[in-house]
């Protein structure tokens, strides 16, 4: 369902699709679309509770960790790619040791044409040293995807997406995306540890498989709605749950005939 207001109006907007995430140099970032509703409007204010983000035409300062496009009926997205699908079973397994998955990617009847992998270092990555310091560990991991057909039968062999090798001396949470162009197609994907693994209590090596998301052909432009796309740098203060806060005062525009 999608709504249509008429008059001026303060809303709390739908999601035009399920927000997502990924990191980047360490950080974590939200992807979300919102959709205001059917026909085009004139965005007066956009705010998190009752503080304004973006008003009469700019950005209000109050959160820079915020980037915001309008898109009117028609119009591209051209903030981040539109089209995403995430695997709902990954959800932070550890991969210090054994094989996790197959975890199907993308569901039937797509095509995906890129894939992509999240990891957490959830404790950082070293070795605690008999001097009470911290020493230089490294984790090796492997991704694998195989072909699917639309029942999950395998329809090809298992190839190499990415390896990441992971080498630090940290407390500090350690956060990765790794997005890997594929053939068009449908997959699913296992992961494993292939070294610097195990259960030392004074190692520092648990690595979770966060995500597992696959890139969609973008569908780029949608007539007669009007959206909102944010990329949000989370920090304590934005988390997903900001996701669900924003609110938008808006006027619809209407079409004006004159009878002479």
Not at 174 to 180: A, C, D, N
Not at 209 to 221: C, D, E, R, T, V
Not at 236 to 258: D, E, I, P, Y
Request: hydrophobic share 35%.
């Amino acid at each position: 369902m999608i709504p249509e207001s008429f008059g001026t109006n303060e809303q709390v907007p739908d999601l035009a699709a399920n927000y997502w995430s990924e990191f980047q140099g360490n950080e974590q970032y939200l992807y979300v679309l919102l959709c205001v509703g059917l026909g085009e409007y004139l965005i007066r204010r956009v705010s998190i509770e009752d503080t304004p983000i973006w008003e009469d035409g700019e950005a209000t300062g109050n959160f820079p960790e915020i980037d915001m496009e309008i898109v009117n009926p028609g119009e591209k997205i051209t903030l981040f790619p539109d089209n995403i699908e995430t695997a709902p079973e990954v959800s932070g397994q550890t991969l210090n040791q054994g094989t996790l998955g197959p975890f199907v990617a993308n569901s039937a009847g797509t095509q995906a044409s890129a894939l992509a992998i999240d990891c957490i270092c959830t404790r950082g990555l070293g070795y605690m040293n008999d001097q009470g310091g911290i020493s230089t560990h490294a984790v090796s991991l492997r991704f694998e995807a195989q072909p699917i057909d639309d029942s999950g039968n395998p329809i090809g062999d298992w190839f190499t997406i990415v390896s990441p090798y992971y080498s630090n001396a940290t407390q500090t949470v350690q956060r990765f995306t790794h997005i890997v162009n594929v053939p068009p197609g449908r997959y699913h994907v296992r992961g494993m540890c292939t070294g610097g693994g195990g259960e030392d209590p004074r190692t520092m090596n648990e690595v979770a498989w966060a995500g597992l998301k696959a890139y969609l052909p973008s569908k780029l432009i949608y007539p007669d709605i009007t959206l909102i796309a944010l990329r949000i740098r989370a920090t304590n203060a934005l988390s997903q749950g900001s996701s669900r806060m924003f609110r938008v005062l808006h006027t619809r525009k209407l079409s004006v005939w004159q009878h002479i």
